[in-house]
């Protein structure tokens, strides 16, 4: 136990007289060395002025709020997605139903066939078409995988915006 003041004490130092001799650490010196530049602002950001609208898919595949788990799952594999959104009979956007839910509920109960979408959706916030890319970025993030998100004029289903789209741009 007595090394480990002397120890502490002894990389404090070296690290605050390493940072005043050399600004970049040893990965970033070498990524500078490459070309590249971190400290580098991005002049023109690539997806300024672009919106939604431009980027979105006008017909995504999806489900209606009375399909049950099994027909979910079809409609998910035939789709080829891991989620899918989810309808009402007016054509109303409540959420989206995942691979995940309807597989687990047709696992998981004895009588899956009873167990419809609208006991599976989960919310999933919605984008508008006049929306900036540069500003709804941190929710096309926050989506899960491939999946994307619902593009809502006001109350009415527009679109999709899937994030490859966005990383594509």
């Known amino acids: 136990y ?25 990965y970033s010196a070498k990524l500078m060395r490459r070309g590249i530049d971190l400290s580098k602002k991005i002049e023109a950001p690539a997806l300024a002025g672009v919106r939604v609208r431009s980027l979105m898919r ?9 399909a049950t788990a099994r027909e979910a799952v079809a409609a998910l594999v035939k789709a080829r997605r891991q989620a899918l959104p989810v309808l009402t009979e007016h054509g109303e956007y409540v959420g989206v139903v995942t691979a995940a839910a309807a597989g ?23 984008v508008a078409p006049s929306d900036s890319i540069e500003d709804i970025l941190g929710h096309v993030r926050s ?11 006001g109350e009415a289903r527009v679109g999709w915006l899937p994030p490859a789209a966005v990383l594509r741009q």
């Open 143 to 153: 989506v899960d995988g491939r999946e994307g998100l619902p593009v809502l004029d």
């Open 2 to 26: 007595s090394i480990i003041l002397p120890l502490l004490l002894a990389v404090a130092i070296s690290t605050v007289l390493s940072g005043r001799i050399s600004k970049e650490s040893i």
């Open 104 to 126: 687990a509920a047709i696992a998981s109960d004895e009588d899956s066939g009873e167990v419809t979408v609208s006991q599976l959706i989960e919310w999933r916030d919605s």
């Open 58 to 66: 006008t017909d995504p595949p999806r489900i209606g709020t009375r």
